[in-house]
Every structure is written in structure tokens, then in C-alpha cells.
């Protein structure tokens, strides 16, 4: 029988030594992302056949497991069927989601068409270019780099790292203040609060980049991301004054230019659903979407 333990902090190089070797697309896959909903999502994990196999609940509360992470093709099957067994003694809803294309690509060799695949578009992360989030040119984002210019031209501001004093209390409180004007009954507000502030303690440990943006030394924006991989970044989370004309314009842009202009893509997360944060993040214009999937096995002969 499996046993999985709830992650931790303290559980990093173990995740370090399989998703390190992993070039994951998709920003379920990082570390910091399963530490910030660890408690929102029940996120365990366990070890079997030398594969990390990661268990979580998605906001609908259905558990499920992660992709398999460090299995090779020889044991993938035995992995799965182990994992058919405890899907259906706990009669958990899906056996995969958070699945990336590599992954269905391994499953298909194996099960053809007896699965069944689909589309979590909620959760498809977006993606776009540092240069052109940086840059902000073309006819697509002339109206970000007019917010951008009106909040240099208008303001008194300074964009200031994490590590300068201060910096991190400022922070804390902005988030505790942006979930007490935004939170309506949200609990997974409560549990992202709850998230930012211990990655927020735990920055050098997580190797997380962060930085304020103050107006008239009022903190009025901040984000928190990282290098994904050497191709990628991650924007984990990103808060600012909706008061504060270009204050999202300009945190976006200048976090990038001034953390992430070596990486060629940026993974700005999911939208959830939520037509005012699909929205938003439709207007950047992402060249690509992370795809993710759900995926269920109904018909694997399996022994009990």
C-alpha cells in the first residue's frame, strides 16, 4: 500500500533530485508552486519504483495524482497499475491531471485508446516571450505601454529588491491588505496569503526573486518568481494598486528586465477560470499555452 507524507520545506532536496533532471513546461511542476498550495490542495507525495508520484486535490476538492516524475518506460505500466489500485480503493475522480503532452505521449504507447483525455483549460498556463514583455512593442501591447508610461511620467516611484530592508515586511503587509479588500469568502485567498508568506521567509532557500514597487514610499506593488529552467521563468505571484494606474504595467514589465531577461520565455501561471484573470492575461498576448490534462484509465485490467 502506498503511504504519503504531507510536503514540506524540508522535503526540497527530494524534489530537487527528480524534478532537477525534469524539464517540465508547466508551472504545476515547480517546488514552490506545490509549498505555496500545499495545505490549499492536501499535496503529498510518496516514492515508488524510484518515480516521485505527487498526490494533491484541485480546487474542486477530487483528488488525483501528478504525472509520475523520474519513471522510466520500462516501469511506467507497473507504476500506473499501482496507482489504478489506490484510485479506485479511494475512489478518487481522476487518476492523472496536471498531465503535460510528454507524459500522454508515454501513456498512449501503452494504452492507445482506452483512456480518457481531457482538456484542462482552466489550468493551461500562459506563456510569452521576456523580450516582448519587456519591451512592449508592437500594435498587440500598445495599450500596456501607454499604462507603462503613464505610471513613469505620473508617479514617484522606486522599484526596490527584495533583500533591501524593509522590503519584506512591506510586502507582507501589502498581501495581507490586498486579501483583506479582495477576499470575499475566498479560502484559497487565505491559503495563497498563507503561501506567500512563507516563501516570503523562506527566499534564499527557495532561490525566489522578488521585488517592491513603491510610489511616494508607499508600497504599491510586488512579484514574486523564478528561473524555472534555462529556457524559462515563472511568475509566481504578482500584486498591485488597481488605484495606481500602470502599477501592473510597470511591476510586470520591470521585474522581468530586471530578474528574468536571460530566460526567452515566461510562465505566468493559470487563469482559473476567472473571466477578469483570463482576461488580463489574454491581453499580454502568450505566444503559447502551457497545455495540461486530465486523464482517467477505465478499462485496465487490473488485479486487485
Given at each position: 500500500?502506498?503511504?504519503?507524507?504531507?510536503?514540506?520545506?524540508?522535503?526540497?532536496?527530494?524534489?530537487?533530485?527528480?524534478?532537477?533532471?525534469?524539464?517540465?513546461s508547466t508551472?504545476?511542476?515547480?517546488?514552490?508552486?506545490?509549498?505555496?498550495?500545499?495545505?490549499?490542495?492536501?499535496?503529498?507525495?510518496?516514492?515508488?519504483?524510484?518515480?516521485?508520484i505527487?498526490?494533491?486535490?484541485?480546487?474542486?476538492g477530487?483528488?488525483?495524482?501528478?504525472?509520475?516524475?523520474?519513471?522510466?518506460?520500462q516501469?511506467?505500466?507497473?507504476?500506473?497499475?499501482?496507482?489504478?489500485?489506490?484510485?479506485?480503493?479511494?475512489?478518487?475522480?481522476?487518476?492523472?491531471?496536471?498531465?503535460?503532452?510528454?507524459?500522454?505521449?508515454?501513456?498512449?504507447?501503452?494504452y492507445?485508446?482506452?483512456?480518457?483525455?481531457?482538456?484542462?483549460?482552466?489550468?493551461?498556463?500562459?506563456?510569452?516571450?521576456?523580450?516582448?514583455?519587456?519591451?512592449?512593442?508592437?500594435?498587440?501591447?500598445?495599450?500596456?505601454?501607454?499604462?507603462?508610461?503613464?505610471?513613469?511620467?505620473?508617479?514617484?516611484?522606486?522599484?526596490?529588491?527584495?533583500?533591501?530592508?524593509?522590503?519584506?515586511?512591506?510586502?507582507?503587509?501589502?498581501?495581507?491588505?490586498?486579501?483583506?479588500?479582495?477576499?470575499?469568502?475566498?479560502?484559497?485567498?487565505?491559503?495563497?496569503?498563507m503561501?506567500?508568506?512563507?516563501?516570503?521567509?523562506?527566499?534564499?532557500?527557495?532561490?525566489?526573486?522578488?521585488?517592491?514597487?513603491?510610489?511616494?514610499?508607499?508600497?504599491?506593488?510586488f512579484?514574486?518568481?523564478?528561473?524555472m529552467?534555462?529556457?524559462?521563468?515563472?511568475?509566481?505571484?504578482?500584486?498591485?494598486?488597481?488605484?495606481?494606474r500602470?502599477?501592473?504595467a510597470?511591476?510586470?514589465?520591470?521585474?522581468?528586465?530586471?530578474?528574468?531577461?536571460?530566460v526567452?520565455y515566461?510562465?505566468?501561471?493559470?487563469?482559473l477560470?476567472?473571466?477578469g484573470?483570463?482576461k488580463?492575461?489574454?491581453?499580454?498576448?502568450?505566444?503559447?499555452?502551457?497545455?495540461?490534462?486530465?486523464?482517467?484509465?477505465?478499462?485496465?485490467?487490473?488485479?486487485?
Amino acid at each position: 500500500m502506498l503511504k504519503f507524507e504531507p510536503i514540506t520545506l524540508e522535503d526540497k532536496s527530494i524534489f530537487d533530485k527528480y524534478l532537477g533532471s525534469y524539464n517540465f513546461s508547466t508551472s504545476e511542476y515547480s517546488f514552490t508552486n506545490l509549498i505555496i498550495w500545499r495545505k490549499a490542495c492536501d499535496i503529498r507525495y510518496t516514492v515508488y519504483q524510484d518515480a516521485l508520484i505527487i498526490k494533491k486535490a484541485d480546487f474542486n476538492g477530487n483528488y488525483h495524482f501528478m504525472q509520475p516524475i523520474g519513471y522510466i518506460r520500462q516501469n511506467l505500466k507497473a507504476i500506473v497499475e499501482e496507482l489504478v489500485k489506490y484510485k479506485r480503493e479511494h475512489n478518487m475522480a481522476y487518476l492523472f491531471e496536471d498531465a503535460e503532452n510528454t507524459f500522454l505521449e508515454d501513456l498512449k504507447e501503452i494504452y492507445g485508446s482506452s483512456m480518457d483525455i481531457k482538456e484542462d483549460i482552466d489550468n493551461f498556463d500562459y506563456i510569452y516571450t521576456s523580450e516582448k514583455l519587456i519591451s512592449l512593442s508592437g500594435k498587440k501591447l500598445h495599450a500596456k505601454k501607454n499604462h507603462y508610461n503613464y505610471f513613469i511620467k505620473n508617479y514617484a516611484y522606486e522599484a526596490k529588491d527584495f533583500f533591501e530592508p524593509g522590503v519584506k515586511s512591506d510586502i507582507k503587509t501589502a498581501a495581507e491588505n490586498w486579501y483583506r479588500e479582495k477576499n470575499g469568502g475566498n479560502k484559497y485567498l487565505e491559503y495563497e496569503l498563507m503561501g506567500i508568506d512563507e516563501i516570503t521567509e523562506n527566499m534564499k532557500f527557495l532561490n525566489l526573486k522578488a521585488m517592491a514597487v513603491y510610489v511616494e514610499s508607499k508600497i504599491v506593488a510586488f512579484t514574486i518568481g523564478e528561473r524555472m529552467n534555462d529556457n524559462t521563468g515563472i511568475i509566481h505571484i504578482e500584486k498591485a494598486s488597481s488605484s495606481t494606474r500602470g502599477s501592473y504595467a510597470f511591476v510586470n514589465k520591470t521585474f522581468v528586465e530586471n530578474y528574468l531577461s536571460d530566460v526567452k520565455y515566461i510562465n505566468r501561471e493559470q487563469d482559473l477560470g476567472i473571466p477578469g484573470l483570463r482576461k488580463a492575461k489574454k491581453s499580454y498576448h502568450p505566444v503559447k499555452m502551457g497545455e495540461k490534462y486530465c486523464v482517467d484509465i477505465p478499462d485496465i485490467a487490473v488485479p486487485d
